[in-house]
């Protein structure tokens, strides 16, 4: 099992930027992809995008294509979540989950087995 752990989120304008980072433990060799997800307040948790872990390649919603990008860095078990011209619908809890076998859709919640415990973003206008 490996354990996540999401961190950077906050409060931040309209336009503006924030990164938040997953940060991994205990058998991180054993996941090959990473997503995120988000759920608003009264809404259902949705995929934000995804990484592979083994491998190469990125996935993003139509929603945050173009402004947010995931980035990994494999030393560290780390992953992150650049989030650029930031909108007040993006505002929402933020996981990370971890996949542990290749196949399944990188945009299915149930494609993930670990969870981080979220963390906050909030976008003012």
């Known amino acids: 099992q490996v354990q996540l752990v999401e961190s950077g989120g906050g409060l931040v304008q309209a336009g503006g930027s924030l990164r938040v980072s997953c940060a991994a433990s205990g058998r991180t060799s054993t996941y090959y992809h990473i997503g995120w997800f988000r759920q608003a307040p009264g809404k259902e948790r949705e995929f934000v995008g995804a990484i592979i872990i083994i491998g190469s390649g990125t996935m993003y919603a139509d929603s945050v294509k173009g402004r947010f990008t995931i980035s990994k860095d494999n030393a560290k078990a780390t992953v992150y979540l650049q989030m650029n011209s930031l909108k007040p619908e993006d505002t929402a809890v933020y996981y990370c989950?971890?996949?542990?076998?290749?196949?399944?859709?990188?945009?299915?919640?149930?494609?993930?087995?670990?969870w981080g415990q979220g963390t906050q973003v909030t976008v003012s206008s």
């Open positions: 989950a971890a996949a542990p076998t290749r196949s399944g859709r990188l945009s299915d919640s149930g494609h993930y087995t670990s």
